[in-house]
């Protein structure tokens, strides 16, 4: 199914104030873009708001990370660095604030992708929750968890370590900009702080991006996932797109960070500096910029793309489609399940089977 094409209507349902259910059901380019029309519509569950954030974190942090990158390359711009200012010149502002930003925005969608990968059999809970009539303990959506037999645990579990280590980095070369903090640093420390987590945390992001192609292709598919869409099935679903988007961020991040190590010296004006900027970490920005765009497209369109990841490919087909009828109320009628932010790397599914009632 591509962007443009248009599905079968569903059927409406009526929910318990007798109003029409199929609010999600609109068409083309609008359609696609619901995530930004009524962002408030995803937060009606706990997976539909981690996903969501996960989306927000990869799109606007990624584009953040893209403003940094590039301005970094205006000679303009580099040429007013001055360590220990205290954020007067236009490159504190422009690059360094701007990178710290980014990082925030990276750090918590990062966290929230290691939550959601803690959380796979959650939807299915609920749902067999909800056809017992709300009997026993309500399932609970855990913090942290243990998962190692599972590529997306791994994949939120190195991507929430290089986020923080890109965090530390991006934070200590705005902090040294003021003059307390510049004439404290000793020489080891500030290179450990702002330079080695660069390259330290480049890796985890192509680790995790891996993880992710991995749990969509499987080991066989790895190189049919990370170089391009040969199959005829590939070239237009969004989940390979996604990953592809995100393991691409993850080697350009990784990348620039052994770049970075190898000239630890770099001055902003240098021509090496320029490449660094913006073909390393300026591309892998755009990369994941990207990727977050096509999750909250994902999420918007609601097509096969979005099943959940974490049952094993074998049994993909015995996943239905979910209903593009919204959710309803407490009473039970049959509804899709809100997606987990895993659900727009894969289309495997852990979701109930069909018939299941909705997650409230």
């Not at 504190?92 to 966290?111: A, E, P, Q, R, S």
């Not at 070239?235 to 990784?254: A, D, K, S, Y």
Request: aromatic content about 16%.
């Amino acid at each position: 199914m591509t962007l443009g094409a248009q599905s079968k209507p569903p059927k409406t349902s009526v929910d318990q104030k007798g109003s029409s259910s199929n609010k999600r059901e609109r068409t083309g380019f609008l359609r696609a873009f619901d995530w930004i029309i009524r962002p408030w519509h995803y937060f009606n569950t706990i997976p539909r708001a981690v996903a969501y954030l996960i989306a927000g974190s990869g799109f606007y942090g990624g584009a953040l990370f893209v403003i940094g990158s590039f301005a970094g390359c205006s000679p303009a711009v580099a040429n007013s660095f001055v360590g220990g200012d205290g954020l007067r010149s236009q490159y504190d502002w422009l690059v360094l604030f701007i990178f710290m930003l980014g990082t925030y925005f990276f750090t918590v969608g990062c966290t929230l992708l290691f939550v959601d990968a803690c959380n796979t059999n959650y939807p299915a809970q609920m749902a067999a929750w909800n056809a017992n009539r709300r009997q026993g303990k309500r399932p609970r959506y855990h913090i942290i968890g243990f998962h190692p037999k599972s590529y997306a645990w791994w994949g939120g579990l190195s991507y929430t370590i290089g986020a923080l280590q890109y965090n530390i980095a991006a934070t200590t070369g705005l902090a040294d900009n003021f003059p307390r903090v510049y004439n404290s640093w000793s020489a080891n420390t500030y290179k450990w702080a702002s330079t080695v987590m660069y390259t330290w945390g480049g890796p985890f992001f192509m680790i995790a991006g891996t993880c992710y192609v991995l749990l969509d292709m499987g080991l066989p598919g790895l190189w049919l996932g990370t170089i391009l869409p040969f199959r005829k099935q590939d070239r237009f679903r969004l989940t390979w797109w996604t990953n592809w988007w995100n393991f691409w961020g993850g080697v350009l991040f990784c990348v620039g960070g052994v770049f970075l190590n190898y000239y630890p010296n770099i001055i902003p004006f240098h021509p090496t500096y320029q490449i660094e900027n913006g073909i390393n970490y300026g591309g892998g920005s755009f990369c994941f910029f990207m990727s977050g765009l096509l999750m909250y497209i994902q999420m918007s369109i609601r097509d096969e793309d979005t099943l959940p990841l974490s049952l094993p490919p074998e049994q993909r087909d015995s996943i239905s489609r979910p209903s593009m009828t919204g959710d309803v109320g407490p009473t039970g009628t049959t509804s899709s399940q809100p997606p987990l932010a895993s659900e727009l790397h894969r289309d495997d599914s852990a979701r109930a089977t069909k018939g299941a009632t909705s997650i409230q």
